[in-house]
């Protein structure tokens, strides 16, 4: 690859920067350049080059840091340093850290293209002597790794690139609808090449009328074709030889056992979201009719299950009992289904007997919801929302930490919501003015340490805070 080759220049003198990049476009290379050692490891980590030619002394990262990081990161990626400061020690100790050549400023152009020309032909020669074992290693260690499928594809890609020095790369994979692709220029890729076509010419070398080499190689398991691999190098670089093709179908057979187990896991997940759509839709049924009978209590529901999702991820529950806590909000007060329009929407105060009617409701919400064999552990929350943390609620007088942690949980945001929401009795309280009552509520009403951690959910922001959702009016039920 003597010309054709991709190289990055690093010098923090502009000047010297256009020189470098003349003399050696001049030969045939391709070349970028940046600035400084930072800029050239994140360029590095976007897009790997054959050559980095770095000066030596530049602000923050400097060349020899540069080179370290080179030889860690892109083992692949040749280096050579320029300095002006040219004493023997350093060109060693250079050459000691893994560079492959040194040069002192000023130099002549002929020395450059020498150089350069001298590290391409020792890139061939090391190419023709490679083993397979280094590149297998690293791809064993990518596949073993406990990550998501397009996370493996990228990293397998990125060591592709590495490994076989191709311009293009795609993985694409079949039956999933899963596709990883990555090219080494955005949105350059194989454009003239419809998928389709590219599993037609599986495993075979062909041209592209793009005119650079190709190499195609399928992701077979036994008869299950689970992808293809393609790599592409620009039209000036030499063919991919008989030993890439055998080394990439090694990397091909390691990764197609991978992805169809990958596809294996990703149809169980599919299957488990089925699942969980079935179980949510009678919620979904209940909510839809709670909001057709009572459009503000199915408002004040969404917003109690949004504050109870906040403050129990904020207790540090467990993902899954969050979950229920949202299920719960947007039910606890299903109930209201038994409790007709006069005494819901009624403007004036409650009768005894409307007002025990309306303290009926938990329990009627239950009488509803046990039928429902997936909303088994809702039923508590829903059932003992309005106890209070002094034993004066209702339905069963429960005090303190006997009353289940959810339905603590619910009564808080419950109370928050109520008092932040306009009535037909009364506008809406200010935050400042419900924060107030909340904490005169505090160890009677309302256990007083969720009470301080709803607080703290508050003060980080009401952006938080705010859902869709209208507050509708409706009677006032939980005061
Ligand atoms: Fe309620």
Known sequence: MENGGHILIVDDEAQIRRLIRRILERCGYRTDEV???????????????????????????????????????YPNTD?????????????VYAMRQGALDYM????????LQDKVAHCFRQRQRRAAQRSPIEPLLELNRILSRPIDPSKISQAVIRLIERTFAPVH????????GRVGRRGREDGA????RPEGAIVDVAGDEVDTAAGGPVLTVPLRVGDEEVGVLTLLRWRNEPPFSPEDSRLLHLFAGQIALVFLHADTRQRLWDAFRDLERAYLSPVQTLIDALGLHDAYTRDHSQRVAHYARLLGQRCGLPDDDVERLGIAGLLHDVGKFGIGDGTLRKAGSLTHDELDHVRRHPVMGVRILEGIDALHDIVPMVWHHHERYDGKGYPDGLAGEDIPLGARILAVVDAYDSMTSDRSYRPALSVKEATKRLLAGAGSQLDGRLVTEWIAVMDKGSAELEIAGSAEEGRALHE
């Not at 790369?169 to 999933?176: E, N, R």
């Open 79 to 91: 280096v050579i340093m320029l300095t002006g400061f040219g004493t023997i020690q350093t060109a």
């Open 104 to 111: 002192t400023k000023p130099f002549s152009a002929a020395e």
């Open 169 to 176: 790369t795609q993985l694409t994979l079949f039956g999933s």
């Open 35 to 73: 600035e400084n050692g930072r800029q050239a490891l994140e360029f590095l980590q976007s897009e790997p080059v054959d050559l980095v030619v770095t000066d030596l002394r530049m602000p923050d990262v400097d060349g020899l840091e540069l080179l370290e990081r080179c030889r860690a990161l």
């Open 189 to 192: 890729f194989l454009p003239d």
